[in-house]
Each structure stands twice: as C-alpha cells, then as structure tokens.
C-alpha cells in the first residue's frame, strides 16, 4: 500500500527485554515523527527527523528510548530494558514538508504492553 | 511547547454546534487539526498557515489568530460521524516539527 507502515502492530514483551518498533514512511516523504499515545491520552512527541538535518530528540523521556533513520527512509525506534510505563501506542508519521501544507499521514501503530 | 486545549470533552445532538480551542505560550508558524476515531490513526483535517487565516470545508472550518497564538476549530450542524477525539498540533519553528494538544473527546447523538 500507499501508506505509513508499521510492525509489529501488537507486542507483548516482559519488563526489562529490549524492543524495536518499525516504521516505513510513504516514499518520498522526508519528515518522520514518533509519537506516543497511551490509553485515553493524547498524542506525546518523542523524536522527529527531518531529511539530513539532526533528529530533534527533546520529546525521548528517557536514554532508554533511541530511534534512527536509515537512508532517509525506514526508521526503527528502541526501547531498552522496558517498564511497564512504557506500554502505549507508539504512532509514526510522515509528511512532505512545503509551503502551504505539511499534513502528517499515521500509521496504524505499534501497540506496546509490557507486563 | 504542547497547546493547550479545551473542552477536554463535549457531547452534542446532531445538528448542534461545537467550537473547540487551542491555545500556545510559542510564537506559531502553523496550527494543523487532525481527528482521531476509536481505534484508529488520527487523520488530517486542516492547516492554518502564519500570516492568521480561516479555512473551512464542508460544515468544519478552523480560524487562526497569530497574535493570540491561538486556533478554534468550529463544527456546525454536528453529524454522527463527527465523533471523535480532535487534536491540534502546533508548529513554533517553521519545521513542521508539531507539538499535540491533550485532544478533545466530541461525542454526537442522536
């Protein structure tokens, strides 16, 4: 398809395993954005790419959250050893950033328990 | 930098209308309006750019006054498929780096 995709989109994993969720933006777009949503909340930035230019990584709540973006395309987001606050919907986004517009196209995201 | 919206959540009957808020202590550059249903990714309504502007389609239409550094988000004549939570996103670098508000829960009934 056309749009953001993202895997897994359940996973379940114990309290200090290591996890990586996966986000492939729709072509061509060179801004990419993580973003955070737990139950009944809204939506909390964690990390945004924007084509060459370094992340803004001031929305990360700890150094246990890191994401990259490779080839200015796919991009992983890592969580190590995970607390059970970390258990969410982890939302990614993609835009074509010009003048006048700018939407963000979601995916269907990544749905973290840790138990 | 996240706005600050309101009403957190509002319950309308069909054909009523409802005015939701978004307000920042920053400067904007652009203020982006998406709507989230139950279980679903937030989707794209509107961009209001720099410069303070008002758009609309259909019975949704946005306002965005620079100066106040604030957006409202109108609806009029609420439909049933209006349900949802409606997030501003807010722009205070010109990189279209966005910042969400907490959301405002709409419900509409019959």
């Known amino acids: 398809g056309a749009g953001v995709s993202q895997s897994p989109s359940n996973k379940v994993t114990e309290k200090g395993k290591d996890v990586e969720l996966r986000c492939d933006p729709i072509s061509g777009h060179t801004a990419l954005y993580w973003y955070r949503q737990s139950l009944g909340q809204g939506l909390e930035f964690l990390i945004y790419?924007?084509?060459?230019?370094?992340?803004?990584k001031s929305g990360l709540p700890s150094d246990r959250f890191s994401a990259e973006r490779t080839g200015g395309s796919v991009s992983t987001l890592t969580i190590q050893r995970t607390q059970q606050e970390d258990s969410a919907v982890y939302l990614c986004?993609?835009?074509?950033?010009?003048?006048?517009?700018?939407?963000?196209?979601f995916g269907e995201g990544s749905r973290l328990t840790v138990l | 930098q996240q706005p600050v919206q309101s009403p957190q959540a509002v319950i309308l009957r069909e054909g009523e209308d409802a005015v939701i808020n978004c307000s920042s202590s920053k400067a904007l550059y652009s203020v982006h309006w998406y709507r989230q249903k139950h279980g679903e990714a937030p989707v794209f309504l509107m961009i209001l750019l720099k410069g303070g502007e008002q758009k609309g389609h259909d019975k949704i239409s946005a306002s965005f006054n620079e100066k106040k550094q604030q957006s409202s988000l109108y609806l009029t004549a609420s439909q049933l498929s209006y349900s949802g939570t409606y997030f501003c996103?807010?722009?205070?670098?010109?990189?279209?780096?966005?910042?969400f508000g907490t959301g405002t829960r709409l419900t509409v009934i019959p």
């Open positions: 996103g807010t722009d205070s670098t010109g990189a279209n780096n966005l910042f």
């Open positions: 986004a993609s835009s074509l950033v010009r003048v006048n517009t700018g939407e963000l196209f």
């Open positions: 790419f924007q084509g060459n230019s370094a992340p803004d």
